[in-house]
């Protein structure tokens, strides 16, 4: 089953359909360089997910994302460019 979620405006116009909590793989609660991570959107239970399937007309190429409820392959997310901090251990 797919579901649909959408995130919009600012601070004061957000609502809960806007949180997503980041599932980190592996030991540790910091999201590290390279690191698999699943995103869960908190209202519907669902994990973003994505396919190989790309749009050829309408969107040039781009990739359809929606949720999906189970754990899958299709479903974890690899930060490949940013900004990376270091991060410092807690004693």
Same mark, same amino acid.
């Given at each position: 089953m797919h +579901?649909? +979620?959408s995130c919009f405006g600012g601070d004061s116009e957000s609502d809960t359909g806007d949180y997503w &909590?980041?599932?980190i793989?592996? *030991?540790?609660k910091t999201?590290?360089?390279?690191?698999?991570?699943?995103?869960h959107h908190v209202d519907t239970g669902g994990y973003l997910h *994505?396919?190989?399937?790309?749009? *050829? &007309?309408i969107?040039?190429?781009?990739?359809?994302v929606c949720g999906v409820r189970e754990k899958r392959a299709d479903n974890v997310w690899?930060?490949?460019?940013?900004?990376y901090l270091p991060v410092t251990e807690s004693k």
């Open positions: +579901v649909q +979620v &909590r980041i599932d793989e592996g *030991s540790g999201w590290r360089q390279d690191q698999r991570v699943r995103l *994505s396919h190989d399937k790309k749009y *050829s &007309r969107a040039g190429g781009q990739q359809e690899l930060a490949a460019e940013g900004v």
